[in-house]
C-alpha cells in the first residue's frame, strides 16, 4: 500500500507543470492547416485520391487503413522541382534517432526526437527526408524550430513517392514499450527490425492535425495532457500486469482507485483509442479482474468501432465483441 501511495505522489510531482502558450510548432513553413478551407494547401493525399487521405486516422483503403501522422504539402521547390522546404523540429527536445538508409524504412529517411511536455515523454517522427542535417546524431539536443533536415519524397515503397506528391510525413507520439527490439526477436523472429526501439510500431501517434487546430483555437488554455485524456474511447481492455514500461513512463494518464490502493494491485484496466493508443490506465484489486485470462475485454464503444474500424483491435465474434490478433499484439507489446 506504501509503494502505491508513493507512486501516486511521484505521477502528480512530475505530472503537475503546464507549459502556457505555444507547445508545438509546425514542422514546416506550412500552416495553411489553420486557414479556412486551407486543407488542400496543407495535405497531400495519395495517389488518385482526394487531400484528406493524407490527413491522420481512417483515410486508406476506403477508411480501413490507419494513418498514424499527416503528409504536409511543399511549399518550395529547387530548379528540378524537388521540395526544398526546412523540416523542423516541433518543440525543444533531444534526437534519439536518425536513419539516413532510406531503403531499409517506410519512412525513408526519418528522424525521431524525445520532447518532455507537461511532464510526459512525447515523440515526434519527421518522414521521407531528402536529407538529415549534417551533425545530427542521437543526444543532439534541439531547439523549437531549429532546423532538422529538408523536406524530401525517400521511401523503399515499390510505388515512388513523386515529385508533385513530395511531402513531409509527421507524426507526434506516445512511446509503447521500452522494449521493443526484444520484444520483437522474441514474438517476430522472422520480421526484420533495422530500427530497433524506433520501429515505427513503437509509437501510437496522436491526431497531430486536431492537436495544432486546439492549440490554436485555446492558445493558454491548451494542455497536450488533458487532449491526450480526452480520447474518445474505442475500448477497455484488462491486464494482469503490474510493472510495464508503458505505465512507468506515463503515470500521468494512471487514475487513482481507492479500492485498489487498500486491496492491492492486481492488474490495469485500460482505455484504449481507436488507433491503440492507451490514454487512462486504471489499477484494479484481484476482486475487480473481470476473467482470469491475461488481457480481458471489458467493454465497446460500438459506434466509435463502426465510425472508425482502421484500428482491427476488436471485432464481433459467434455475436461477442472479441479482441483481434492485431488488438493481442498490441497489449503483448504494452505489458511486455
Known amino acids: 500500500m506504501r509503494c502505491i501511495w508513493l507512486v501516486a505522489i511521484w505521477a502528480g510531482l512530475i505530472c503537475s507543470g503546464v507549459n502556457g502558450g505555444e507547445q508545438f510548432r509546425f514542422p514546416t513553413a506550412n500552416k495553411a492547416l489553420l486557414e479556412r478551407d486551407g486543407g488542400d494547401r496543407f495535405f497531400v493525399g495519395t495517389p488518385g485520391r482526394t487531400w484528406e487521405s493524407?490527413?491522420?486516422?481512417?483515410?486508406?483503403?476506403?477508411?480501413?487503413?490507419?494513418?498514424?501522422?499527416?503528409?504536409?504539402?511543399?511549399?518550395?521547390?529547387?530548379?528540378?522541382?524537388?521540395?526544398?522546404d526546412a523540416v523542423m523540429s516541433t518543440a525543444d527536445g533531444v534526437v534519439v534517432y536518425v536513419n539516413r538508409r532510406p531503403q531499409?524504412?517506410?519512412?525513408?529517411?526519418?528522424?525521431?526526437?524525445?520532447?518532455?511536455?507537461?511532464?510526459m515523454d512525447l515523440f515526434s517522427l519527421y518522414a521521407h527526408l531528402a536529407q538529415a542535417r549534417d551533425g545530427l546524431y542521437p543526444g543532439t539536443r534541439v531547439k523549437a524550430g531549429e532546423t532538422l533536415g529538408v523536406m524530401g519524397r525517400t521511401s523503399n515503397t515499390q510505388a515512388r513517392i513523386s515529385k508533385e506528391r513530395a511531402h513531409?510525413?509527421?507524426?507526434?507520439?506516445?512511446?509503447?514499450?521500452?522494449?521493443?527490439?526484444?520484444?520483437?526477436?522474441?514474438?517476430?523472429?522472422?520480421q526484420r527490425n533495422d530500427h530497433g526501439?524506433?520501429?515505427?510500431?513503437?509509437?501510437?501517434?496522436?491526431?497531430?492535425?486536431?492537436?495544432?487546430?486546439?492549440?490554436?483555437?485555446?492558445?493558454?488554455?491548451?494542455?497536450?495532457?488533458?487532449?491526450?485524456?480526452?480520447?474518445?474511447?474505442?475500448?477497455?481492455?484488462q491486464v494482469r500486469a503490474t510493472q510495464f514500461p508503458?505505465?512507468?513512463?506515463?503515470?500521468?494518464?494512471?487514475?487513482?482507485?481507492?479500492?485498489?490502493?487498500?486491496?492491492?494491485?492486481?492488474?490495469?484496466?485500460?482505455?484504449l483509442n481507436y488507433a491503440g493508443l492507451p490514454f487512462l490506465m486504471v489499477p484494479r484489486s484481484a476482486a475487480e479482474m473481470k476473467n482470469?485470462?491475461?488481457?480481458?475485454?471489458?467493454?465497446?464503444?460500438?459506434?466509435e468501432q463502426a465510425a472508425r474500424p482502421c484500428g482491427k483491435l476488436v471485432m464481433k465474434k459467434g455475436g461477442e465483441w472479441v479482441l483481434t490478433q492485431h488488438g493481442q499484439r498490441l497489449l503483448d507489446l504494452l505489458t511486455y
Open 292 to 303: 482470469s485470462a491475461r488481457f480481458g475485454l471489458v467493454s465497446v464503444n460500438a459506434r
Open 246 to 271: 508503458f505505465l512507468k513512463r506515463y503515470p500521468c494518464l494512471v487514475e487513482a482507485n481507492p479500492r485498489a490502493s487498500k486491496e492491492g494491485v492486481a492488474g490495469y484496466e485500460l482505455a
Open 197 to 237: 526501439e524506433w520501429n515505427g510500431q513503437n509509437l501510437a501517434g496522436l491526431d497531430v492535425a486536431r492537436v495544432f487546430r486546439e492549440q490554436a483555437r485555446l492558445g493558454d488554455s491548451f494542455s497536450i495532457r488533458r487532449f491526450i485524456r480526452q480520447q474518445t474511447e474505442l475500448c477497455r481492455v
Open 54 to 84: 493524407g490527413g491522420y486516422g481512417c483515410v486508406r483503403s476506403e477508411g480501413y487503413q490507419l494513418h498514424e501522422g499527416v503528409d504536409i504539402r511543399a511549399l518550395t521547390r529547387d530548379k528540378r522541382g524537388e521540395p526544398a
Open 168 to 190: 513531409l510525413h509527421f507524426e507526434l507520439a506516445l512511446r509503447l514499450s521500452d522494449r521493443f527490439a526484444q520484444w520483437r526477436r522474441e514474438r517476430e523472429p522472422n
Open 104 to 119: 531499409l524504412s517506410n519512412y525513408g529517411n526519418y528522424i525521431v526526437v524525445q520532447h518532455v511536455v507537461e511532464g
